[in-house]
């Protein structure tokens, strides 16, 4: 474990230690501080630290009590303000709104360490604090919740979050270049709300003039609070715009002002990402919570690697596209293994680098090399419904990248855990970045998100069509076999998207009794801030085209398709029953090799019978399925 002041202070005494009598800014956040490039606090931090300013950490304050902050004493500047790693309300409630048990973000799992919408309630306590601070909010909450958007678990619009907070900028996306910009010009005693130019920031005119940038306006709060098809609108314009390239400032009026996002910024090119990677972090948690229990949100990235940024596939209920965008960069080959050495040289390094990877693994750069000049297509995916012919799907940078890390002494093995584009992995007509993943990348298992096989659910998701999978698969068990392997696939399924009726969770049932993949955990569709797939959800209408889209909101209904995709649970045979029924698919209850449930009433109608009559059961009770069945039976199946 690093010493205590190999990390940033978290308390006035910390300061003390190191002979600071005053700071420049300090970073509230709402997860336990860890000191590792995967979590956004430290990341802005230390990038801050290298230019030359000084940060205390207020990690999870007692958001109840403006002491918590004033302890540390007033900073300089501003105080920077974030949920943490990922949404407050994701972090708290599952897609049926029910609170969690557990917060890996916290020491020990506590839960409720950080208040719901933690952004807007840490930004209240600062001007509780100090009601004159300026304060600058940024972060995935942030982030995805700059604009009018629709709260899943209010079941209604919010405004901007830049409205609720009462904070003075807003920093979407990645944000190291804002940051920067900010913090030396609020050094040089520029006033934070003269400071309208910095790109990739939000912030509230009393007058879009104020923008001195090339603008769209979009529907207003009140619009978009009223009428879908407004809604649907913004959300639309909001993605088009998501490119560092072409993409204009977006104005949306709200209850008198004006919201001004700027364009975004442009993303890290590969010197800078690797400037990145090599600041000090300590690569773990601070010590003060090894009695706690430590942060168990470490031991996944701990020793895993990040190598890229953005993502060109750009799913509609994916959030990166509106974060860090569809322009794709990554570090250098030396960057990396400069980092893969120090993992080798921390005594709990057992010689597993667990994850090469990122948004999605096996992207190196952009998708084409017009990205650079004209930036991404507006009305064009580069892999749905089908590749781009412009796409260059050569996989031969990543094989070379891993092919040095799998050199290095002390090195065992080194996975890829993050997601993998398989329909990318398609496009390389070499194949020989396949053939080393199963050789060598895989522990056990691979996961991959075909997310759905209906064609009617893959258009509203943005996948690809289930054919591309299928020829995936094949080829993954035939090079499985030629390697003498015996490795599963593992693939993430989504219920309840928008789109999706009982008839396409039926359709995919089938699929997976035909193929023998019985899957454990399914994931229903969760609306969160910043994607389509909210839009429709919300709206009832796709944004991409303005046409109505059926939208399952019925947790009735919603229970239904989750449970025809685990049809062999025994909890599940009810709601699989009236299922099938209901979509008129009585032909799939009974015990033929195709059927998925049967109906077992009659004999449970027999069984209640009082004893001695006619009808009554003879002998044993029959085991209903999944009862007694051989443990071998009921692990996983390969595709």
Not at 73 to 92: E, F, T
Not at 121 to 131: F, G, I, M, Q
Request: glycine letters at 8%; charged letters at 25%; proline letters at 8%.
């Amino acid at each position: 474990m690093a010493e205590v002041y190999e990390f940033l202070p978290i308390s006035r005494e910390d300061m003390l230690d190191r002979g600071w009598y005053y700071y420049d800014f300090l970073l509230i956040t709402g997860d336990a501080y860890v000191d590792h490039p995967s979590f956004g606090t430290a990341v802005i931090s230390r990038v801050l630290e290298s230019q030359g300013f000084r940060v205390a950490i207020a990690s999870q304050p007692d958001y109840r009590a403006p002491e918590s902050l004033r302890a540390f004493g007033r900073p300089r500047y501003a105080a920077l303000v974030n949920a943490g790693n990922i949404d407050s309300m994701v972090a708290h409630y599952t897609v049926a709104k029910r609170r969690r048990e557990k917060d890996a973000y916290t020491p020990g799992g506590l839960a409720g360490k950080r208040p719901d919408r933690a952004v807007i309630v840490y930004s209240n306590l600062v001007k509780r604090a100090w009601p004159d601070l300026p304060i600058v909010i940024g972060g995935i909450e942030a982030s995805l919740r700059r604009f009018a958007h629709y709260d899943y678990w209010d079941d209604a619009v919010r405004r901007p979050i830049l409205a609720d907070s009462a904070a003075d900028l807003l920093i979407y996306g990645m944000g190291e270049h804002q940051i920067v910009e900010i913090a030396r010009r609020l050094r040089a005693g520029e006033p934070i709300r003269q400071i309208r130019d910095v790109r990739g920031t939000c912030y509230f005119a009393k007058d879009p003039a104020e923008c001195p940038f090339e603008a769209v306006e979009e529907p207003s709060f009140e619009q978009v609070k009223e009428d879908p098809q407004a809604y649907a609108r913004a959300a639309m314009i909001e993605r088009d715009e998501q490119d560092f390239v072409r993409g204009r400032a977006v104005i949306q009026p709200c209850q008198g002002r004006y919201l001004v996002q700027t364009p975004p910024a442009a993303p890290l090119d590969s010197q800078e990402l690797d400037q990145g990677a090599d600041l000090p972090y300590t690569r773990t948690y601070h010590p003060s919570y090894e009695p706690l229990g430590g942060v168990e949100a470490i031991r996944e990235v701990e020793f895993s690697i990040i190598h890229n940024r953005g993502c060109f596939g750009a799913c509609n209920f994916c959030a990166l596209t509106m974060h860090q965008g569809r322009f794709v960069t990554s570090r250098s080959h030396e960057s990396v293994l400069k980092e893969a050495r120090k993992m080798i040289q921390s005594p709990q390094f057992k010689g597993y680098i667990h994850d090469v990877g990122g948004p999605t693994a096996n992207f190196r750069g952009p998708a084409c090399p017009k990205q650079a000049k004209a930036g991404a297509c507006v009305h064009r995916q580069c892999l749905f419904p089908e590749p781009c012919p412009a796409l260059k799907g050569n996989h031969s940078d990543y094989l070379a990248l891993l092919r040095k890390l799998r050199a290095l002494p002390g090195v065992k093995k080194v996975f890829i855990r993050s997601g993998i584009r398989y329909d990318y992995m398609a496009c390389d007509p070499s194949g020989e970045f396949f053939a080393d993943l199963v050789r060598y990348h895989i522990s056990g298992q691979l996961k991959v998100a075909p997310e759905h096989i209906s064609p009617n659910v893959l258009y509203y998701m943005g996948k690809p069509p289930k054919e591309i999978y299928e020829k995936f698969c094949e080829k993954y068990q035939r090079l499985n076999q030629k390697y003498g392997l015996n490795q599963y696939l593992v693939p993430y399924l989504m219920s309840s998207h928008p789109g999706s009726r009982l008839e396409d969770a039926v359709y995919l049932a089938e699929y997976l009794n035909a193929t023998g993949f019985r899957p454990e955990q399914v994931q229903d569709f969760y609306p969160t801030p910043g994607t389509l797939s909210t839009a429709m959800y919300y709206t009832g209408l796709d944004p991409r085209t303005m046409e109505p889209v059926y939208v399952a909101r019925d947790p009735h209904e919603k229970a239904m398709q989750r449970a025809l995709l685990q049809w062999k649970n025994p909890k599940n045979r009810q709601l699989v029953l009236e299922a099938l029924r209901k979509a008129g698919r009585e032909d799939l209850i009974g015990r033929g090799k195709r059927c998925l449930v049967w109906d077992d009433a009659p004999r449970a109608r027999r069984d209640k019978q009082p004893a001695g009559g006619r009808t009554q059961a003879k002998g044993p009770r029959r085991k209903s399925a999944g009862q007694g069945n051989n443990p071998k039976k009921r692990t996983k199946k390969g595709i």
